[in-house]
């Protein structure tokens, strides 16, 4: 079953311009990751946010985490054509070991 | 070597066919997973294997059996599959199952037709 949502379900930008993607999920987690995947291809893991913590970046990537609303943003600053793909946040059901559910994804088309 | 390899890239198999999907990783986990995914729809969980043993199953039709014959090899035997299995089988890694903080590495994925 799919426990996240992710909105917008696809997003289109010009090269430069900035990139928001957000994630809402139904129930207690232990973390929360964003992945990527280019067409047709595997899913490349881009950065995991835990329970406890509220902000984290990774080069370009900022990603948020709000609890108490139970959803996520994941930010791509200074988009690039290559960064055109599908985005999938997964979390990682309480005391579920590592059983990832992923949301539907946003797939960004970046404007060269 | 921190990849996942998967073969065949694409298979296209009858209903009566049996074939295999073999998944590959040499990063020393000891938790493999197989994936569905159908077009335009985010991956679906299968099958958890920890330290080799199946773990989770997700309610999937006896059609698809996995095996894991060691901590580096996966594969997913397919038998009397109908034209609704069609998809991108996805295998993925990581360290340990069981635990919260760690991140799955993907292979590229078998392209699957059953005519």
């Known amino acids: 079953s799919q426990q996240g949502e992710e909105d917008p379900q696809a997003l289109s930008i010009q090269e430069g311009e900035n990139a928001t993607m957000n994630c809402s999920y139904k129930?207690?987690?232990?973390?929360l990751q964003w992945y990527r995947q280019n067409s047709g291809r595997g899913l490349v893991h881009l950065i995991l946010?835990?329970?406890?913590?509220r902000e984290k970046h990774s080069g370009r990537l900022r990603v948020t985490l709000d609890t108490s609303k139970k959803s996520s943003s994941l930010l791509i600053t200074a988009s690039r054509a290559a960064d055109t793909a599908s985005y999938f946040c997964?979390?990682?059901?309480?005391?579920?070991?590592?059983?990832?559910?992923f949301g539907g994804g946003t797939r960004l088309m970046v404007k060269p | 070597d921190t990849e996942v390899t998967q073969t065949p890239k694409h298979l296209v198999m009858g209903m009566t066919n049996k074939k295999s999907l073999k998944c590959e990783q040499h990063?020393?986990?000891?938790?493999m997973y197989w994936y569905k995914q159908k077009a335009k729809k985010p991956p679906e969980l299968m099958f958890v294997?920890?330290?080799?043993?199946?773990?989770i199953n997700e309610s999937v039709p006896s059609r698809f059996s996995p095996e894991c014959p060691n901590s580096s090899l996966l594969n997913l035997h397919l038998h009397a599959l109908q034209p609704e299995d069609s998809a991108l089988y996805l295998c993925?890694?990581?360290?340990?199952?069981?635990?919260?903080?760690?991140?799955?590495?993907f292979g590229p994925g078998t392209r699957l037709t059953v005519l």
């Open positions: 294997y920890s330290y080799e043993k199946l773990s």
């Open positions: 997964a979390t990682d059901v309480d005391n579920a070991g590592n059983m990832l559910t």
């Open positions: 993925a890694s990581s360290l340990y199952a069981g635990t919260s903080y760690n991140e799955q590495f």
């Open positions: 129930t207690s987690i232990n973390n």
């Open positions: 990063m020393g986990h000891r938790a």
């Open positions: 946010i835990r329970s406890n913590e």
